[in-house]
Structure formats: structure tokens, C-alpha cells
């Protein structure tokens, strides 16, 4: 199965962009890249997918690398409850290949 | 509201002891899955299930067991096997042919021994 690398840690500040990249060097033609986000004893939270366009919703922006190796979650203008852990995975077209690995601890200064 | 439904919030377990943790989806989702996750660390994949009566192991399925009777229902049983079963259960389901697969979480059940 597919794996990402992410950095294990990055700090912003409060009001600034942030740019969380993950490498996923081995992903496969079908696979879709999607984001999610967990909040401190919380469940994750699905947060952006793409499959080669970058794509914008309300909460993030998703760019992908021309060759899919890698892709950048965008925050634009992050704020405390933006702190979280990030996780990068890959989906197939069925269940249970995904796999999270530690994702991003993002810190937000105020 | 649709969503997962996790219950309990929290369980503590005895030694030589299985519990069961519920899970419960209102959804309409076909897929349904079980991780657990130590602090400080990732979700790693126990059971997950494609429809019912259906159901496949993950990365650690060992001392865990599951069923899945019902569409909406995934319980994940902890049984005395699992020797350091403490730690948080999260609980999802999806749609793969529709939604591109984006899983949606309960809210977990923290699980530790006593």
C-alpha cells in the first residue's frame, strides 16, 4: 500500500498562511489524496481531496505536483482552532487500503 | 442528526476481560472500520467491514474480533487476548463508490485497564 511523509511538526502564526506538504512518492494512478484533521481527543475530520487539480473549499486549499509525488495543504489565514494534527493519506477505489500515518502537529501562535 | 455514534466515552477493563465497544451509523454507508490509536501517535487500521456480513482484518486485528450483522451497526469486541489494549478507538464509515471513499469518525471511545 501507499504511503506519505509528512513533517512531524510546524508552527505558524495566528492570521498567516501555512502550507503543510506530504510526500507520497509511490501513489498509484487511481489514487485520490485526501487530508483530514484531528483535534485533541477528538475523531479526525475529513478536510479537502483531490485526485491531480488543485481544489479549494471553505475550510483549505489542496495543491498537487504536476508528477502527484507530492501535495501541500493550504491554510490560508490560519487561527487557533486551526491547531491540530494533520494527516495526509492516499485512497484507493476500495476500503480499508488507506493509512494514516503520525501527521503534522501544526502549533498556531497567537 | 446523521453521523457515527460511539458509546461509551470511556470503558476500563479488567484483567481476562472482553468489552465491547458500539458503533453506530446513520449514514447509509456501506463501509464501516475500527483503529486505534496510542498517544502521541497515527490511526492504525483494526477491522474494517465492506458490507455486511463482511469483514477483513487490518495492520493489528490480533485480540480484537468484530461483527457486522446490520448495515449500520460495527461492534469491535476487545477480548483478553490483547494484552495492552489500553488506548482511544475511533470508529468511521464511508461510501466508497460515491464519495470518494472520505471517511467520517465518531467521536471515539478511551479505552484503559485497571
Known amino acids: 500500500d501507499a504511503k506519505t511523509t509528512q513533517p512531524n511538526s510546524m508552527e505558524s502564526n495566528e492570521e498567516e498562511p501555512v502550507h503543510l506538504p506530504c510526500n507520497h512518492s509511490t501513489i498509484s494512478g487511481t489514487d485520490y489524496i485526501h487530508w483530514y484533521r484531528q483535534l485533541p481527543s477528538q475523531g479526525p475530520e475529513y478536510v479537502i481531496h483531490?485526485?491531480?487539480s488543485n481544489v479549494n473549499n471553505r475550510m483549505a486549499s489542496l495543491a498537487i505536483a504536476e508528477d502527484r509525488k507530492s501535495s501541500t495543504l493550504i491554510l490560508h489565514r490560519a487561527t487557533l482552532r486551526d491547531a491540530a494534527v494533520y494527516y495526509c493519506i492516499l485512497e484507493g477505489a476500495n476500503a480499508g487500503k488507506s493509512t494514516f500515518g503520525d501527521g503534522t502537529t501544526l502549533t498556531v501562535k497567537p | 442528526d446523521g453521523g457515527i455514534t460511539q458509546s461509551p466515552k470511556y470503558l476500563f477493563r479488567k484483567e481476562g476481560q472482553n468489552v465491547t465497544l458500539s458503533c453506530e451509523q446513520n449514514?447509509?454507508?456501506?463501509?464501516m472500520y475500527w483503529y486505534r490509536q496510542d498517544p502521541g501517535q497515527g490511526l492504525r487500521l483494526i477491522y474494517y467491514s465492506q458490507i455486511v456480513n463482511d469483514f477483513q482484518k487490518g495492520d493489528i486485528a490480533e485480540g480484537y474480533s468484530v461483527s457486522r450483522e446490520k448495515k449500520e451497526s460495527f461492534p469491535l469486541t476487545v477480548t483478553s487476548a490483547q494484552k495492552n489494549p489500553t488506548a482511544f478507538y475511533l470508529c468511521?464509515?464511508?461510501?466508497?463508490?460515491?464519495?470518494?471513499?472520505?471517511?467520517?469518525f465518531g467521536a471515539g471511545t478511551r479505552l484503559s485497564v485497571l
Open positions: 468511521a464509515s464511508s461510501m466508497p463508490t460515491v464519495d470518494k471513499n472520505i471517511q467520517y
Open positions: 449514514l447509509n454507508h456501506d463501509a
Open positions: 483531490g485526485l491531480t
